[in-house]
């Protein structure tokens, strides 16, 4: 299974931005989608945003539409979630992972990469 590695987190007022990189062992196929996920304390881990594979469009949730985007260069290694005007509620870890599209919406994964902390302050 492609191994995942998230980077990019780190500590930012409310407002400001962040973007998460998600470097992967292998190229990423234009048929797979990428997902970011996050887990807050006690918390699940929930599914955020996607980038689907090529024509395929994806949602995200609502939580975060309007002010995360995600991106990625096909036939390369890495996909990005672009965080603009960061919330407290957007406190969280953040994990990415690549698989079909149903796979990536149900997050029915059994490798996940070690996450990067992003952490939002008033």
């Known amino acids: 299974q492609v191994q995942l590695v998230e980077s990019g987190g780190g500590l930012v007022q409310a407002g400001g931005s962040l973007r998460l990189s998600c470097e992967a062992s292998e190229i990423i196929s234009a048929n797979n989608a990428v997902g970011w996920y996050r887990q807050a304390p006690g918390k699940q881990r929930k599914l955020v945003a996607a980038?689907?594979?090529?024509?395929?469009?994806?949602t995200y949730d609502d939580s975060v539409k309007g002010r995360f985007t995600t991106f990625r260069d096909n036939a390369k290694t890495t996909a990005y979630l672009q965080m603009n005007n960061l919330k407290l509620e957007d406190t969280a870890v953040y994990y990415c992972?690549?698989?079909?599209?149903?796979?990536?919406?149900?997050?029915?994964?059994?490798?996940w990469g070690q996450g990067t902390q992003v952490t939002v302050s008033s």
């Open positions: 980038h689907g594979p090529t024509g395929v469009k994806m």
């Open positions: 992972n690549v698989g079909p599209v149903l796979r990536v919406v149900r997050g029915n994964f059994e490798s």
